[in-house]
Protein backbone atom coordinates (compact mmCIF):
# COMPACT_ATOMS: atom_id res chain seq x y z
CA UNK A 1 0.00 0.00 0.00
CA UNK A 2 0.98 3.50 -0.74
CA UNK A 3 0.68 6.37 1.09
CA UNK A 4 2.13 9.93 1.34
CA UNK A 5 2.94 12.52 4.44
CA UNK A 6 3.10 16.41 3.76
CA UNK A 7 4.56 17.67 7.16
CA UNK A 8 2.60 21.33 7.63
CA UNK A 9 -0.63 22.13 6.97
CA UNK A 10 0.74 25.41 6.52
CA UNK A 11 3.33 27.23 6.12
CA UNK A 12 4.38 30.89 5.92
CA UNK A 13 7.44 32.42 3.69
CA UNK A 14 8.27 35.79 3.29
CA UNK A 15 8.32 37.22 -0.63
CA UNK A 16 11.50 36.18 -1.48
CA UNK A 17 12.54 34.05 0.42
CA UNK A 18 13.36 30.16 -0.05
CA UNK A 19 9.70 28.00 0.03
CA UNK A 20 10.37 24.32 1.25
CA UNK A 21 7.50 22.06 1.02
CA UNK A 22 8.13 18.58 2.49
CA UNK A 23 6.45 15.86 1.48
CA UNK A 24 7.28 11.81 2.53
CA UNK A 25 6.10 8.83 0.43
CA UNK A 26 5.76 5.34 1.25
CA UNK A 27 5.67 2.75 -1.67
CA UNK A 28 6.77 -0.74 -1.69
CA UNK A 29 7.45 -0.24 -5.67
CA UNK A 30 9.09 2.30 -7.88
CA UNK A 31 7.15 5.19 -7.35
CA UNK A 32 5.62 8.18 -10.12
CA UNK A 33 5.92 11.43 -7.70
CA UNK A 34 3.42 14.25 -8.14
CA UNK A 35 2.95 17.77 -6.93
CA UNK A 36 0.07 19.66 -7.49
CA UNK A 37 -1.20 23.40 -6.66
CA UNK A 38 -4.42 24.67 -6.25
CA UNK A 39 -5.23 28.45 -6.42
CA UNK A 40 -8.38 29.63 -4.64
CA UNK A 41 -11.46 28.64 -6.63
CA UNK A 42 -9.67 26.21 -9.24
CA UNK A 43 -9.31 22.74 -9.90
CA UNK A 44 -5.71 21.10 -9.55
CA UNK A 45 -2.89 21.91 -11.36
CA UNK A 46 0.37 19.83 -12.28
CA UNK A 47 3.15 21.52 -10.94
CA UNK A 48 5.64 18.30 -11.77
CA UNK A 49 6.43 14.68 -11.93
CA UNK A 50 8.59 12.57 -11.32
CA UNK A 51 9.50 9.16 -13.60
CA UNK A 52 12.68 7.89 -12.43
CA UNK A 53 14.34 9.28 -15.33
CA UNK A 54 16.28 11.89 -13.11
CA UNK A 55 16.05 12.70 -9.33
CA UNK A 56 15.84 16.62 -9.76
CA UNK A 57 12.69 17.44 -11.57
CA UNK A 58 11.86 21.01 -12.97
CA UNK A 59 8.50 22.22 -13.08
CA UNK A 60 6.53 25.26 -13.50
CA UNK A 61 6.43 28.69 -12.12
CA UNK A 62 10.42 28.10 -10.93
CA UNK A 63 9.26 24.95 -8.85
CA UNK A 64 11.75 21.74 -8.70
CA UNK A 65 11.68 18.66 -6.31
CA UNK A 66 14.24 16.45 -5.72
CA UNK A 67 13.64 12.67 -5.30
CA UNK A 68 15.16 11.05 -2.52
CA UNK A 69 14.81 7.33 -2.08
CA UNK A 70 16.92 6.98 0.99
CA UNK A 71 14.90 9.48 2.88
CA UNK A 72 11.83 8.31 0.91
CA UNK A 73 11.15 12.02 0.11
CA UNK A 74 9.83 14.18 -2.75
CA UNK A 75 10.57 17.98 -1.23
CA UNK A 76 9.56 20.63 -3.35
CA UNK A 77 11.38 23.84 -3.60
CA UNK A 78 11.02 27.49 -4.96
CA UNK A 79 14.69 29.68 -4.46
CA UNK A 80 12.34 32.93 -4.49
CA UNK A 81 8.63 32.99 -3.36
CA UNK A 82 6.52 35.67 -5.12
CA UNK A 83 3.05 36.73 -4.24
CA UNK A 84 1.16 35.06 -6.66
CA UNK A 85 2.60 31.31 -4.90
CA UNK A 86 -0.40 31.98 -2.21
CA UNK A 87 -1.98 28.53 -3.09
CA UNK A 88 -2.66 24.90 -1.62
CA UNK A 89 0.10 22.27 -2.67
CA UNK A 90 -0.78 18.74 -2.73
CA UNK A 91 1.88 15.91 -2.85
CA UNK A 92 0.88 12.70 -4.99
CA UNK A 93 1.79 9.12 -4.89
CA UNK A 94 1.41 5.89 -7.29
CA UNK A 95 2.82 3.22 -8.82
CA UNK A 96 2.41 2.41 -12.50
CA UNK A 97 -0.58 0.20 -12.49
CA UNK A 98 -2.74 2.05 -9.55
CA UNK A 99 -4.27 4.98 -8.84
CA UNK A 100 -3.16 8.48 -7.51
CA UNK A 101 -2.97 9.08 -3.50
CA UNK A 102 -3.23 12.37 -2.84
CA UNK A 103 -1.46 13.94 0.38
CA UNK A 104 -3.74 15.96 2.88
CA UNK A 105 -2.03 19.58 1.17
CA UNK A 106 -0.12 22.25 2.50
CA UNK A 107 -1.64 26.21 2.44
CA UNK A 108 1.33 28.45 1.72
CA UNK A 109 0.92 31.46 2.59
CA UNK A 110 3.04 34.44 1.68
CA UNK A 111 4.26 37.74 3.95
CA UNK A 112 4.85 40.73 2.21
CA UNK B 1 -12.66 25.40 -24.66
CA UNK B 2 -9.85 23.36 -23.52
CA UNK B 3 -8.54 20.96 -21.21
CA UNK B 4 -11.56 20.00 -18.76
CA UNK B 5 -14.24 21.84 -17.99
CA UNK B 6 -17.05 21.64 -15.47
CA UNK B 7 -20.77 23.21 -14.81
CA UNK B 8 -22.21 24.57 -13.16
CA UNK B 9 -19.27 26.31 -10.94
CA UNK B 10 -21.51 26.58 -8.23
CA UNK B 11 -24.87 25.03 -7.22
CA UNK B 12 -27.63 25.30 -4.29
CA UNK B 13 -29.66 22.34 -3.74
CA UNK B 14 -32.26 21.45 -1.30
CA UNK B 15 -32.14 17.92 0.08
CA UNK B 16 -34.85 16.69 -1.52
CA UNK B 17 -34.08 17.74 -5.20
CA UNK B 18 -32.32 16.33 -7.79
CA UNK B 19 -29.78 17.96 -10.15
CA UNK B 20 -26.71 16.81 -11.98
CA UNK B 21 -23.02 17.89 -12.33
CA UNK B 22 -21.21 17.69 -15.90
CA UNK B 23 -17.77 17.72 -16.78
CA UNK B 24 -16.28 17.59 -19.93
CA UNK B 25 -12.62 16.92 -21.25
CA UNK B 26 -11.35 18.36 -24.58
CA UNK B 27 -8.08 16.15 -24.21
CA UNK B 28 -8.67 12.87 -26.31
CA UNK B 29 -8.33 10.88 -22.64
CA UNK B 30 -9.48 7.58 -21.94
CA UNK B 31 -10.11 8.12 -18.39
CA UNK B 32 -12.33 9.87 -16.44
CA UNK B 33 -12.56 10.79 -11.99
CA UNK B 34 -14.86 12.68 -9.56
CA UNK B 35 -13.04 14.03 -6.72
CA UNK B 36 -14.88 15.27 -3.84
CA UNK B 37 -12.66 17.96 -1.83
CA UNK B 38 -13.84 18.90 1.71
CA UNK B 39 -12.76 21.56 4.39
CA UNK B 40 -10.21 19.75 6.50
CA UNK B 41 -9.99 16.62 4.36
CA UNK B 42 -7.96 14.74 2.25
CA UNK B 43 -8.97 14.87 -1.48
CA UNK B 44 -11.29 11.73 -1.57
CA UNK B 45 -11.94 9.67 -5.09
CA UNK B 46 -15.25 8.52 -5.70
CA UNK B 47 -15.46 6.71 -8.99
CA UNK B 48 -13.43 5.76 -11.99
CA UNK B 49 -14.04 5.10 -15.54
CA UNK B 50 -11.86 3.39 -18.42
CA UNK B 51 -13.15 3.85 -21.71
CA UNK B 52 -16.77 4.48 -20.28
CA UNK B 53 -16.62 2.03 -17.91
CA UNK B 54 -16.81 2.24 -14.53
CA UNK B 55 -13.66 0.86 -12.82
CA UNK B 56 -13.96 2.12 -9.23
CA UNK B 57 -16.41 2.89 -7.07
CA UNK B 58 -15.03 3.65 -3.54
CA UNK B 59 -17.82 3.05 -1.31
CA UNK B 60 -19.89 6.32 -2.70
CA UNK B 61 -23.30 6.54 -1.10
CA UNK B 62 -26.12 5.61 -3.70
CA UNK B 63 -27.49 9.11 -3.96
CA UNK B 64 -24.66 9.74 -6.10
CA UNK B 65 -24.89 8.21 -8.65
CA UNK B 66 -22.60 8.62 -12.37
CA UNK B 67 -22.88 8.24 -16.00
CA UNK B 68 -20.05 8.21 -18.44
CA UNK B 69 -21.52 8.21 -22.05
CA UNK B 70 -18.41 8.59 -23.49
CA UNK B 71 -15.02 9.49 -23.07
CA UNK B 72 -15.55 13.09 -23.08
CA UNK B 73 -18.38 13.59 -20.80
CA UNK B 74 -19.06 12.49 -17.02
CA UNK B 75 -21.82 13.11 -15.07
CA UNK B 76 -22.48 13.19 -11.45
CA UNK B 77 -26.36 12.28 -10.48
CA UNK B 78 -27.22 13.88 -7.15
CA UNK B 79 -30.59 13.26 -5.28
CA UNK B 80 -31.53 13.37 -1.29
CA UNK B 81 -28.40 14.95 -0.72
CA UNK B 82 -27.36 15.62 2.97
CA UNK B 83 -26.00 18.65 4.11
CA UNK B 84 -22.38 16.65 4.61
CA UNK B 85 -22.54 16.26 0.82
CA UNK B 86 -21.60 20.10 0.70
CA UNK B 87 -18.07 20.33 -1.00
CA UNK B 88 -15.94 20.82 -4.22
CA UNK B 89 -16.74 18.34 -6.46
CA UNK B 90 -13.84 18.04 -9.11
CA UNK B 91 -13.52 16.40 -12.40
CA UNK B 92 -10.61 14.91 -13.68
CA UNK B 93 -9.25 13.18 -16.42
CA UNK B 94 -5.77 11.17 -17.93
CA UNK B 95 -4.80 8.87 -20.60
CA UNK B 96 -4.93 5.77 -19.00
CA UNK B 97 -5.73 4.97 -15.19
CA UNK B 98 -2.65 3.65 -14.11
CA UNK B 99 -0.14 5.92 -12.07
CA UNK B 100 2.31 6.43 -14.56
CA UNK B 101 -0.32 9.20 -16.49
CA UNK B 102 -0.83 12.40 -14.57
CA UNK B 103 -4.32 13.70 -13.82
CA UNK B 104 -5.71 16.95 -15.59
CA UNK B 105 -8.47 18.78 -13.09
CA UNK B 106 -11.36 20.67 -14.08
CA UNK B 107 -11.96 24.27 -12.29
CA UNK B 108 -14.70 21.94 -9.80
CA UNK B 109 -18.14 22.33 -8.81
CA UNK B 110 -19.05 24.14 -5.29
CA UNK B 111 -21.86 22.60 -4.15
CA UNK B 112 -24.23 23.63 -0.86
CA UNK B 113 -26.66 21.50 0.37
CA UNK B 114 -29.61 23.26 2.68
Known amino acids: AQSVTQLGSHVSVSEGALVLLRCNYSSSVPPYLFWYVQYPNQGLQLLLK??????LVKGINGFEAEFKKSETSFHLTKPSAHMSDAAEYFC??????????FGKGTRLHILP | ETGVTQTPRHLVMGMTNKKSLKCEQHLGHNAMYWYKQSAKKPLELMFV???????ENNSVPSRFSPECPNSSHLFLHLHTLQPEDSALYLCASSRGTGGVYEQYFGPGTRLTVT
Open chain 2, 49 to 55: YSLEERV
Open chain 1, 50 to 55: YTSAAT
Open chain 1, 92 to 101: AVANRDDKII
